[in-house]
């Protein structure tokens, strides 16, 4: 979230700046924050003499995002002048993680600078939020196509997968049937039965995935429900 941020509000080169929080506090409460943007289950919390607005819930997570992205070498938080870190000002930093030389400043890509691309409806239509972090992981794959085979979408053997992407076949089985269901991805099998034998005795061909850009045009939380709700329908 924090780079499609970066990205919508920044020129090519430039670093990115940080939102600030936000929670329900008076002298905050007219203004716009991370917690606004956020999707999480937060309800408020009411009880005698104790309440609590579901946007300070909301600040909280963001704060344990944080820190998480931190011990992952994706976030830099600053430290407050009287002591305490400094959530409010964090910077964004390089999505490598770190490595042995110190991490870079995080920079809105260039025109000629290698990327991978999702279409804006991952953000904007909420399949960040809806979707779990295997069939994300799928989806990252395909986009970056590292290691595939030549030819037409991207076919990418189970070895190369857990080495690359440490996507292990259960995982990898469940989030493409399931990318599949919601229309994000379309798989070509090649010689393949119905049930997912191989014709003959010809060789063990891999499937070719293509992301459907279209797909994420849908609002993600009732094209997955709807979905779901099929596939269920289809087993009973």
Known sequence: MS?????????????????????DAEKDKDL???????????????????????????A????????????????????????GTDFEN??????????????????VPRPHDVTITLPPGFITKSWLHVLEDSEITLLLMIACG?????????????????????IGPDTYARARKTLEWFGLIDVTESDRHRDGRTEGDKPHQLH????????????????????????LARRQ
């Open 146 to 166: 590292l290691r595939s085979l030549s030819g037409t979408g991207v076919a990418i053997s189970g070895e190369d997968r857990v080495l690359h992407y440490g």
């Open 208 to 231: 070719r995935f293509a992301m459907i850009p279209s797909g994420f045009d849908h609002e993600a939380l009732s094209t997955a429900k709807t979905a779901i709700t099929e596939q």
């Open 32 to 58: 716009l924050g991370l917690t606004d943007i956020v999707a999480t289950n937060a309800v408020k919390t009411q009880e005698k003499n104790h309440y609590l607005h579901a946007r300070d819930k909301r």
């Open 90 to 107: 964090y910077t964004l930093l390089d999505e490598t993680g770190g490595s042995v030389i110190e991490p870079s400043v995080y920079k």
């Open 3 to 23: 780079i499609a941020i970066a990205q919508m509000g920044k020129t090519a080169g430039g670093t990115a700046g940080s939102l600030p929080i936000i929670g």
């Open 60 to 83: 909280r997570s963001i704060r344990n995002s944080l820190t998480t992205l931190s011990n992952a070498g994706l976030v830099d938080l600053g430290s407050k002048p009287g002591g």
